[in-house]
Nanobody
């Protein structure tokens, strides 16, 4: 019922910025949590930022003060504004949504395919 598609990744110099988008489609009854994760080569996936249905946000210490997570309900889209990018931010970024697709459904995780972010020195 739910499909997530990321976009906005690319190659950028250190100190630059990118804005990632995650467009959600399908029927959603309730949204528990939305978030951005990333996975660098040779490393495990880590949480970058998350936002709840009440707009409560959390950030990894490594990105706090540089990244901002937000959402546009009218466009059914989540964003990650990435400023002051560092080479250490290089990774594939995935959007995630924890949702209930029906009143009788349990919470379930949905993932996008990922978008590559590469930050050069």
């Amino acid at each position: 019922q739910v499909q997530l598609v990321e976009s906005g990744g690319g190659l950028v110099q250190a100190g630059g910025s990118l804005r990632l988008s995650c467009a959600a489609s399908g029927s959603i009854f309730t949204i528990n949590t939305m978030g951005w994760y990333r996975q660098a080569p040779g490393k495990q996936r880590e949480l970058v930022a998350s936002i709840t249905s009440g707009d409560r946000t959390n950030y990894a210490d490594s990105v706090k003060g540089r990244f901002t997570i937000s959402r546009d309900i009218a466009k059914n889209t989540m964003y990650l504004q990435m400023n002051s990018l560092k080479p250490e931010d290089t990774a594939v970024y995935y959007c995630n949504m924890v949702v209930r697709i029906g009143i009788l459904s349990s919470l379930d995780n949905y993932w996008g395919q990922g978008t590559q972010v590469t930050v050069s020195s």
